[in-house]
């Protein structure tokens, strides 16, 4: 079993930036890719970005590249997601998602489908205000 607790979430102007965190805890870190999702009120929940556990595979949805980063750091067992000009468009609940699977690198299909993802967070609210 895997708990994961995300923060850094709050109220941000539209241009603003925010550092979600997630921490893991309850297995070894390095089993795991990690994403982030993200699901805004009356939409789907919907792919962020992904990492495998050596950041040999990274992936971002088109609407977040040049703008969003994903890391990690397996000493203390957390991913961040570091998120720069943000948009109105970027509110949204973020979910911090972690996913059995212990290759170097992960595919696009298996770091981007949410059904891949074996443990989740209990999301943490990004609202930008325009």
């Known amino acids: 079993q895997v708990q994961l607790g995300e923060s850094g979430g709050g109220l941000v102007q539209a241009g603003g930036s925010l550092r979600l965190s997630c921490a893991a805890s309850g297995r070894t870190f390095t089993e795991f890719a990690m994403g982030w999702f993200r699901q805004a009120p009356g939409k789907e929940r919907e792919f962020v970005a992904a990492i495998s556990w050596s950041s040999g595979s990274i992936y971002y949805t088109d609407s977040v590249k040049g703008r969003f980063t994903i890391s990690r750091d397996n000493h203390k067992n957390t991913v961040y997601l570091q998120m720069n000009s943000l948009k109105h468009e970027d509110t949204a609940v973020y979910y911090c998602?972690?996913?059995?699977?212990?290759?170097?690198?992960?595919?696009?299909?298996?770091?981007?489908?949410?059904?891949?993802?074996?443990?989740w967070g209990q999301g943490t609210q990004v609202t930008v205000s325009s």
């Open positions: 998602a972690a996913q059995v699977n212990p290759n170097d690198y992960v595919t696009a299909m298996e770091g981007m489908a949410a059904a891949r993802y074996d443990y």
